[in-house]
């Protein structure tokens, strides 16, 4: 059975870091796309970052580019998010997801259930 699970969430203040780690145990991530979302309360989903399946090419939402850095470990089966410099609306919960095709798509194939994010002021 396939199961993405996201970890390393909490709360952090504003300026702060947080590393989320998306792991997958029954789907090997290196033959995959994965994608981050967020999304906060009353708001829509929206993809924060992406990276292809050898972590050569990544893609970063405005919102968070130069704070935020995807990358991948294929042999630990692990893509991580490393998050600096964060702001209170930076605050959601976060989720992984992973597409067979289709870098950098909307859509996933596996997702986690999420691991939520705050950043107090």
């Known amino acids: 059975q396939v199961q993405v699970v996201e970890s390393g969430g909490g709360l952090a203040q504003a300026g702060g870091s947080l590393r989320l780690s998306c792991t997958a145990s029954g789907l090997p991530l290196a033959n995959y796309f994965v994608g981050w979302f967020r999304q906060a309360p009353g708001k829509e989903r929206e993809r924060v970052s992406c990276?292809?399946?050898?972590?050569?090419?990544?893609d970063y939402a405005a919102s968070v580019k130069g704070r935020f850095t995807i990358s991948r470990d294929n042999a630990k089966n692990t893509v991580y998010l490393q998050m600096n410099s964060l702001k209170p609306e930076d605050t959601a919960i976060y989720y992984c997801a992973a597409a067979r095709y289709g870098l950098c798509s909307d859509s996933g194939d596996y997702w986690g259930q999420g691991t939520q994010v705050t950043v107090s002021s």
């Open positions: 990276i292809d399946r050898r972590g050569s090419y990544t």
